[in-house]
């Protein structure tokens, strides 16, 4: 029923959701944390900018980012003229494109769940003898981890579907660049139906499977006068 | 080993401005009404504010000036907060736990702290499946196990009955004196001071007296101690026999007899005996149900509340005595300073 | 293992280029060709930002023109096909001819955005020169020639102008039916391609290009509804 | 009025099972030591929990039982929480007009319940801005003013100095008669229960004794209020004039003096004379500065503990008396029931 | 500098993120409070159902949308059956896409802020008399204000920038569902750089603006020991 070519877009597909996520968790959590504490007069404009990337179409923005790591670009020609090469057209540029366009679903509520925490459970943790780090991975992130679950989930669902700044940056590489969501965009260009359908159906259950086993996870408040 | 903080801090409209020395070691009671900056003391000196000018130190060793301030961690001051917090996604033990691991030199077991406040049975507990007062307890138990140089605590038993509250009081007593750990108490219960503290201090609108052993403090008959109860003596005294039920207390030459449990003594008591419990006569009573007859002479007689009279009387081996009387009674009676009177000591309760 | 020939082709080429694989696979076994649909204009933009392509079909003259001018090509755009539009309906009605499309009941006209798509372009063309202008208002914008063929699928526009070559793919072979739009209506939609600089010298990407441009690879491409320009040698 | 719940609910390993009748007016005393159901009791009454198997009436109407549950804004049932609630996104004279805004029949006006509790200059506060005590007093006084039916309190004065929990109680016990509020009261202190309580429930691990009025509940010599200071006799009586600076209080035909400020006594007074604060005598000592001693027989004697002896007594007028003296004591004076005696009342403490 | 077209485009495209955004926290909100509070057995699987529309790829997405609300699909035609006139191509259609779209960056955040606030104030408000409405408008909304903002500007933002949904819904028709992310796209698709700067500066810099504004609103947490 599936090509092999689709086989091989689910993996790429799979490998860029993980490693989009686990970035995003890595990048983003120091980043919502300092957001969420600092006192520096630069946070609300810190904040405008993490969402910035979002309101450009994404193959808008995946234009300035080919420009930005392809051979002529800054990152790209530094990379080059380093002995590396350019990031354009390669998993690891997909990669990057997908951070940055799903940084704001993480970082905001990951930002909103560290500021629920409130400040006492970390100022006991301080007088218990726990440093900042301490602190923060004995006490921040598991008090936040629902938030940390919500930014993994919509920073995980929204790589699944993106496919404009993928499809720009990446070329659509089979084996390489190609996710599933462009072979289901090319697959309804192509007007073959049957095979969007098919690919739709299977993103969609998969997907569904998976946010399913992680929310049923996840515990409910209780009601007043239950 | 000693504690010197000068701290003058404004949060909002409040401003603090505390300025004591204390010994490093014992506990010394923080005692004034609510709103007076206590508890905003109390994060100062753990180091969970930062208050504009300060000079805290500790046994020369310096936590904040202007310029610099240690932060809560490298403290190492326990703190019990007024309302305990603990950490939600952690059980019990789990709370327990993060203490201990964290403390270089435990001196106390996990199971040992637990049973000291009586939570033995609740480790494996989550913790919004607890009462107010056993997460009190929780909190405590927790501050211990960090073994800190210092232990601050905030009223850490306001939500607990009055037996649990006496145990624990008792036990943290003895901790501060074999662990060597010097505590702070918030306490707003004159008796838990009594019981607990050595020494007092005073605060109102966010300034300080300069502290006093619990016997001058509870000595002063203005003292906001005896809002509740009244001016009270504490006395100090070592065992000397039991009889009939009844343990002999020393002090100095003067014996007291109280009602006692039958184990063996400990080697120093506290008693506290209250104004109004003392009654002067110019002779002992005879065919009354009092045991406690001390000859004393009057010292001084300060006109109190409410038509009484307190008089200060110091007996024969210089103990110092309140007794609170009506005016009426002390003129029928006619008291003066220098008179030798005899004192009836109709209850005396034993703070261990 | 060698990379495999990277071709990148305008939508509007799928069927055509699908056969044109099978028919180059059977003369060289060994040879791995992949193709990659998009649309010319951000092939364009990749191809001038390092993008690993051998050959550039585009949908029309001017962006193989442009890269050729940048210095991106290896050699001069060769035209490879003639563009048809035509006008489609999907349902079982008679397909209307381009000036039926005035009746009130073509409430919706779906074409490629004209911006961007050359056949977009062409198909704004045709209706001005049809005297049709007035139709303006109901024209609903795809992103591209295969996205208006969707609208029109989906029910949702009530005819479209589309690519000729559209009509030769299983998918719409047979579904409701399609009339030319007279050439003369609009400039001629010449399809080129290019060799990029990254394949100059490479046998492959020559081979490939050749085949394309032989009488057999032009056998394919008329069987797909291209118009064939006169054989270049 | 009343109130009747009987109450079958199991969180985790705890089993509440309750089971009382109240009147509907008047101040009740729930009492037991942590963790034994009292907020969860609360809860239960509030609405707050659905417990499994309950039947709760007040005043005819149903508010629970097995198949019902009256959801907790229509009991009209005000609860003052042991971990005082303020809502953080209004300041505190927003938190106070919540509960104004929503109550059909106001029986105080914002201003009067802030300075009732002594918040009048907090009005402006956010409420992460207040100290312990300060938040436990804008909790209560938010309470007060939704005028509920029932209101119930969860050591609502656990965070407060004596002083100003001896007012607030006061004002509470007031309010209870003249806006004829019922309250349940939850309390660790055996004094705030003997200054506010009408009755006193005991509760035990989950269960609870019936209901009884405060004297009888004091004048047991083994219950838990007198785990702190020991038993107590608490009496009502009337004031029968000044003189000395003295206040006669006519207890029936009895009389008792006290220390009096001043000012024109209240028609009611509540006294409280500790079993400790008794002595016995054979006869009226004399010389000695006792003001109040009644003639009364000895009704029976129990064993106490620790080789102390209780003597109930009662006097000519009928009323109750405790006296704690030592076993010693009364051997020597020979005591036994049916004697006549004399109680000398060192101490008596005003309870309003 | 700006075509008339482009004017309307930004007119269009401010409409639809106004109006995604209300109606996102209007139907949001009450499906977040009961995610947040209901027993139901089917709880996850609804929390999966309302982040899927994001792991379709956005065209194919409205694809599927075109078919049901054009004349042909459940939606329009039921319309077209009841006398009015289905939703393709209309501003109403590139607005039930740009809802469902963004549902997940709505609901997800909310729900979190909700669980944040925890039982007691709810209970206290109950026994104050406060209905479960008036709870919830006058406690739990304020309260979670946070995450409403959080939920509104990635709900906004995500619109402003989303074009795939939009373009196959609408058609891109100046002045009635043409936006501006569309017009971008067109730009750079067109090899039109220097159109393409442009609106995408000013598309960067209003966006900037509006997020600053709002987030300089937002409170930071007390950092330990300050
Ligand atoms: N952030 C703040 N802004 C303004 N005033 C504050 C702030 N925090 C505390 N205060 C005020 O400072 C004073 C001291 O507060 P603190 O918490 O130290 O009191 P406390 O002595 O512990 O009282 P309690 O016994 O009631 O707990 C109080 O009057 C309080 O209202
Ligand atoms: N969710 C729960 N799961 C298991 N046990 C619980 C839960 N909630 C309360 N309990 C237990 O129920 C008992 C009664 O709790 P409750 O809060 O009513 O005690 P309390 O009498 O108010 O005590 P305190 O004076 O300490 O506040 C406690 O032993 C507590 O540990
Ligand atoms: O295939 Mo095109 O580039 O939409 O005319
Ligand atoms: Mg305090
Ligand atoms: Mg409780």
Redesign the interface.
């Known amino acids: 029923m599936l090509a092999p070519q689709d086989w091989q877009a689910i993996g790429v597909t799979l490998r860029l959701c993980l490693w989009t996520t686990v970035i995003l968790l890595l990048l983003g959590t120091p980043l919502a944390w300092w957001l969420a504490h600092t006192r520096s007069r630069f946070r609300a404009a810190v904040e405008a900018l993490v969402a910035l990337p979002l309101v450009l179409p994404p193959t808008v923005l995946g234009f300035y980012l080919l420009v930005a790591l392809g051979p002529r670009g800054p990152v790209g020609g530094l990379l080059e003229t380093l002995g590396g090469t350019h990031l354009a057209f390669s998993f690891s540029g997909i990669l990057i494109g997908s951070v940055l366009y799903s940084l704001p679903f993480a970082v905001q509520p990951l930002q909103d769940g560290f500021r629920a925490i409130g400040r006492q459970p970390l100022e006991v943790a301080a007088t218990l003898g726990a440093g900042p780090l301490d602190r923060f991975f004995t006490v921040a992130l598991p008090l936040a981890r629902g938030s940390v679950l919500t930014a993994a989930t919509l920073a995980f669902a929204h790589t699944m579907g993106e496919f404009g700044v993928v499809l720009m940056i990446g070329g659509s590489i089979p084996g390489e660049t190609q996710v599933l969501s462009i072979a289901i965009y090319d697959a309804a260009e192509a007007l073959d139906y049957r095979r969007a359908h098919i690919l739709s159906a299977l993103l969609l259950a998969l997907s569904f499977v998976i946010l399913w086993l992680v929310f049923a996870r996840r515990r409910r408040v209780a009601t007043v006068g239950a | 080993m000693s504690l010197s903080a000068r701290i003058g801090h404004r ?2 409209a409040f401003t603090l401005a505390v300025d004591f020395d204390l010994p490093g070691s014992g506990v010394t009671a923080l005692f ?4 007076c900056g ?2 905003l003391t109390l994060r100062c000196l ?5 208050p504009r000018r300060a000079r805290i130190e500790w046994n020369g060793e310096l936590w904040q000036d202007d310029a610099f ?1 240690l ?9 019990v ?3 305990p ?1 603990l ?4 059980d019990v033990r789990g709370n327990l736990a ?2 201990l691991s ?2 270089a030199s435990p001196a106390l077991g996990l199971d040992e702290a637990a049973r000291l406040v009586g939570i033995a049975d609740l480790l494996d ?1 989550r913790t919004d ?1 607890l ?4 997460r009190q ?1 929780v909190a405590i138990a ?2 211990l196990l ?1 073994h ?1 140089r210092l232990l601050l605590l ?2 850490p038993l ?9 145990g624990i009081a008792l036990d943290l007593r003895r901790l501060a004196r074999d662990l060597g750990l010097p505590m702070i108490l918030v306490s ?1 219960s ?2 838990e001071v009594e019981r607990l503290a050595d020494r007092v201090v005073l605060m109102r609108d966010g300034r300080n007296d300069a502290p006093r052993s619990l016997a001058e403090a509870v000595a002063d008959p203005d003292s ?1 101690l005896h ?2 109860a009244g001016p009270a003596s504490v006395l100090d005294g070592v065992p000397a026999g039991i009889e ?3 343990l002999a207390v020393a002090l100095g030459a003067d014996r007291l ?1 109280l ?4 184990a063996a003594p400990p080697a120093s008591l506290r008693l506290r005996i ?1 104004a ?8 002992p ?1 005879r ?5 406690n007859i001390l000859p004393v002479t009057i010292e001084s007689m300060h006109d109190g ?4 009279v307190l008089v200060a009387c110091r007996s024969g081996s210089g103990a110092r005595l309140f ?1 609170s ?6 003129t029928m ?1 006619g ?1 003066a300073p220098g008179m030798r009177v005899h004192a ?1 000591l ?2 005396v309760a034993l703070l261990d | 293992q060698t990379r495999p020939l990277t071709v990148a082709a305008a939508s509007d080429l799928r069927h055509a280029m699908q056969a044109l694989q099978v028919e180059y696979a059977q003369r060289h076994p060994d040879e791995r060709v992949r193709v990659v649909y998009g649309s010319s204009g951000k092939f364009s933009a990749q191809i001038e930002h390092g993008a690993p392509f051998d050959l550039f079909f585009s949908a029309d003259e001017a962006y193989p023109q442009r890269l050729h001018a940048r210095g991106h090509a290896a050699g001069a755009p060769r035209r490879y096909a003639l563009g048809r539009l035509v006008v489609w309906v999907s349902g079982d009605d008679a397909p209307p001819a381009l000036a039926d499309l005035a009746a009130p009941r073509y409430a919706r006209i779906a074409i490629a955005n004209p911006l961007h798509a050359p056949y977009g372009q062409r198909a704004e063309e045709a209706l001005h020169r049809a005297g049709l202008a007035t139709l303006r208002p109901r024209l609903v914008f795809g992103e591209n020639v295969s996205q208006a063929a969707q609208m029109v699928q989906s029910g949702a526009a009530d005819a479209g102008i589309v690519a000729l070559a559209l009509m030769f793919g299983d998918e719409l072979r047979g579904r409701g039916g399609y009339t030319l739009v007279e050439e003369s209506l609009h400039a001629p939609l010449w399809q080129a391609f290019i060799v990029t600089r990254r394949a100059a010298g490479d046998a492959r990407a020559a081979r490939f290009a050749d085949f394309v441009l032989s009488d057999a690879g032009r056998a394919v491409l008329a069987a797909h509804g291209f118009v064939l320009p006169d054989r270049e040698d």
Do not use: N
Not at chain 2, 71 to 79: A, K, S
Not at chain 2, 325 to 330: D, F, G, V
């Open positions: 949060v909002g004034g009404p609510s709103g206590k508890t753990a180091g969970l504010e930062r301030h932060p809560p961690h490298r403290r190492r001051v326990g703190l907060p007024q309302e917090t950490f939600a996604h952690l993060y203490a964290r403390c507990r499946a009462s107010g007062g056993q307890r927790r501050a960090s800190p905030d009223e306001s939500a607990l009955d009055d037996p649990a509250r006496r707003h004159a008796t906001p809002a509740g009939d039920g009844l007899w009602p006692w449990h039958g209250m109004r419990d003392v009654a002067l006569g110019l002779a009573a065919d009354l149900s009092v045991l509340a409410d038509a009484t007794a009387i009506t005016r009426r009674a002390a009676l008291l009836h109709k209850a």
